[in-house]
Nanobody, 121 residues
Framework: VQLQAFGGGLVQAGGSLRLSCAASGRTFNMGWFRQAPGKEREFVAAISRNGYSTYYADFVKGRFTISRDNAKNTVYLQMNSLKPEDTAVYYC??????????????????WGQGTLVTVSS
């Protein structure tokens, strides 16, 4: 399984970005995580294989939306109302084992290379 994340960049506070993650291979539960400088990697959002179930970290609820297009093997993270504290490297990840999408890093076996999101104040 190969994952490639892209779509990061520099945006002003209050702006929007859409991240994409192109995946090869089978359809898995997918998640987005992020890691800010000097901090541990943290869960952002997850989506089930069929796209019907989604989960979010509390700090992005109402601002971020995860979605997927299985015909294109692509998962998206629409990020609105961005804040400077959203600045981080964002990673997509695939979970081939769990029935329900997980918020736990160790549930994800495959990771993309990360894409940097910088939000200026």
């Amino acid at each position: 399984v190969q994952l490639q994340a892209f779509g990061g960049g520099l945006v002003q506070a209050g702006g929007s970005l859409r991240l994409s993650c192109a995946a090869s291979g089978r359809t898995f539960n997918m998640g987005w995580f992020r890691q800010a400088p000097g901090k541990e990697r943290e869960f952002v959002a997850a989506i089930s294989r069929n796209g019907y179930s989604t989960y979010y970290a509390d700090f992005v609820k109402g601002r971020f939306t995860i979605s997927r297009d299985n015909a294109k093997n692509t998962v998206y993270l629409q990020m609105n109302s961005l804040k400077p504290e959203d600045t981080a490297v964002y990673y997509c990840a695939a979970d081939p084992r769990m029935v329900v999408p997980s918020k736990i890093i160790n549930a994800y076996d495959y990771w993309g290379q990360g894409t940097l999101v910088t939000v200026s104040s």
